[in-house]
């Protein structure tokens, strides 16, 4: 039988393509996509093997020999710091018999020793040796060199940990493409940048990683109904159920993506939120950085980002700051301002990666992080506050996560894995008046571009052979 | 102090106040356990205003990460850096005040759960009326249809304060065993 993997087009047993899964003249997937285990094996090669993919931050190892244990989609990764502050990504597996290297999540070690045989390892995954070296008990048909850990390709960006295993694939630069002007304002902006405030928190989600990552691209138009709870009552966004759907509060913004599937959201922020709504947004950027800095900063923080960043990136964090949004593929990106018990907003910043754990299931890991140069105090707000919307208990996502796993439940029967998911409301590209960036661009209400664009860049990657 | 990698970040989930003990089978202690008791059976019963009367002014309410170890600092695993919860009164206000709203999805339809409170341990604190309280907790819930039950086990420390209105919650940390959780979401309180 002809390898799935291996081929252009790959055929699952039954007979389908790519073709039947994604209809490129439609905008419309199948929703057997959201189960499948043939089609996951191929997503863990051409997707997963292939991407570049976010794996933690810079300030949680900050010492030689430091190491946390994370995983690239089913595979366990060492990313650990050498000897000379550089950063390593090897497979946690050991080369002898298969036993996992590290049994911790976190730890410093110079030397990683299986604990099943003794072979052991440094941080940059070199071989050292097994036990009793006069006996050679790694053979003499392989060398040592051959026998250290698989590496990743690592690119660090400004302090969130990147890796690839196609090392001679595309370089992290092109990874981004044209969303790295916006990127880069939300992580680029202050002297001393970014910084973790605690390990990630771990959950498993009983669905498939795509139900998360598709929703990740920018799903704006979700907000307004799954996330009802922000809106009416005494929610930070205004309206009541009588007139949710005529205001439509967090609706019309900007929308950015591009070709590689990376999508942000960026929103004025007068039209979100009502406690905003008396602002004068008329002044300039500089007025209104320091009168309303983008979440995560202050004022004085705000002063800093003028040295990092264009005139033209800047005009947009004042105006149009990016607020939500997803890398490709299984990153969600949450920098905003929430409603503090006493009605004040106050910002928080969290990163998602969803890593799946075969078809039916992925984790969630929620990374929580401020600038390093903010007020002590200010940090402990933004803990608070993204322990208190996102991840485990937050309030925002408890909602989805008690969504995506039924998505993945209605793709078992026969006629509903038929049934597909509708990506059709399209604004189409257009460039708005004065407009200072580049990428796809979608103005006015949100639609289902940026999320439409995630899937061509799925359907290019399970193109294309491992 | 933002390294995950720092042991020094991290405490022991192990337990003993320096009060005095406050014997099993005592007044005191049978007092404390029905107001455990009692704090399981309304948050069961979704009876979150009568709950909150429960709460005192000054709570804190936490649940840290816990982290795997090895070697030295291997019982050192409870990382208070970050948490699945980090509540104080108004915030737990806040919550509830969500799960009111009608479109709390992820409990509307709601959770059917049964909380189940053991080994509970009393201590004297210093100021008189207050005490530490450890108990554990084991919370099953059903969710919808799905015939597989969720759940969570932890180690509770609390602080309860004796009042005019019965005892008060003053501080609780949640010591969940899972470094990974296998429920969905905390949309539930524990």
Redesign the interface.
Known sequence: MQDPVGSDNFVLSDGCTLDDLIDLEMNEVSLRVMSDPELHRIEMERVFAKTWLLLGHDSEIPEAGDYVVRSMGEDPVIVARGKNGEVHVSLNVCPHRGMRICTAETGNAMVHRCIYHGWAFRPDGSFIGAPIEKEQMHGSKRSKDELGLPKARVHLYHGLIFATWNVDGPSFEEFLGTQKFYLDMLFKRTDAGQELLGPPQRFIIAANWKTACEQSASDGFHTLTLHRSLMVGDGPMGSTPETIYDQAPGMYGVDISSTEGHSLRCMPMDKQFTSFAGMDFSQDDDALLQALPPPGLTPELALQAKHHLSPEQLHLLATNPPQVGGMFPNVLIIYIYVARPDGTMSPALALHTYQPRGPGKFEFFNFILAEKDAPEELKRDMLENAIRQTGTSGMIEQDDADTWPQIMRSSYGPKARKSTLKYQAIAGHEIPDGWPGPGLIYEGFTKDDTQWNWWLNYHRLMSTPA | M??????E?ASLASWLPEGRRVSFGSEIHGRIVDALFDEASLLDSRRFAEWISMLAPDLRYT?P?R?????A??DRDV?R????????R??I???V??LD?N?????DPPSRTRRFVSNVRVFECATPGEYEVGSYLLVKRS??DNPKCEEVTADRHDRWRWTESGYQLVLREIIVDQ?????????IFL
């Open positions: 933002t390294s995950t990698a720092l042991a970040g649940a990460i982290v795997t170890r090895t070697g600092h291997r990382m850096t970050m948490m699945h919860f980090n509540e104080d108004p915030s206000v806040q919550r005040g969500r709203k479109c709390a999805w992820a409990e969710r919808s470094s990974v959780l296998s429920m969905s979401n905390f949309a």
